[in-house]
């Protein structure tokens, strides 16, 4: 299902109208894909650790390039990560 997921935020990328969203979208699609492929042997504090520090790469990536309401939002998107991310640590922690 996630390979399904990531196909489709590719041909997202492709279908932006202009270049600066572009870039936006394929910097947000490149590190979300590298991440997969990298920490599919990960599990507990190193997996959540890793999630924080690629959603971390992607904010700072875009603040590098022109803020528009994508970049915006997709670092919204990376904050509301990072949170979900740290709940699951700490229902991992526990259990």
Do not use: H
């Not at 875009?62 to 994508?70: I, N, R, S």
């Amino acid at each position: 299902m996630i390979t399904v997921l990531l196909i489709m935020m590719g041909l997202v990328v492709i279908a932006q109208p202009s270049i600066t969203r572009f870039a936006l979208a394929g910097a947000f699609v490149g590190f979300t894909i590298t991440f997969d492929l990298l920490s599919t042997g990960f599990s507990g504090d190193t997996y959540y650790i890793l999630a924080a520090i690629s959603d971390l790469m992607i904010i700072i990536a875009m603040t590098k390039l022109k803020e528009t309401w994508l970049s915006v939002g997709l670092s919204q998107v990376c904050l509301f990560s990072m949170l979900a991310n740290f709940i699951g640590w700490i229902f991992w922690y526990n259990s």
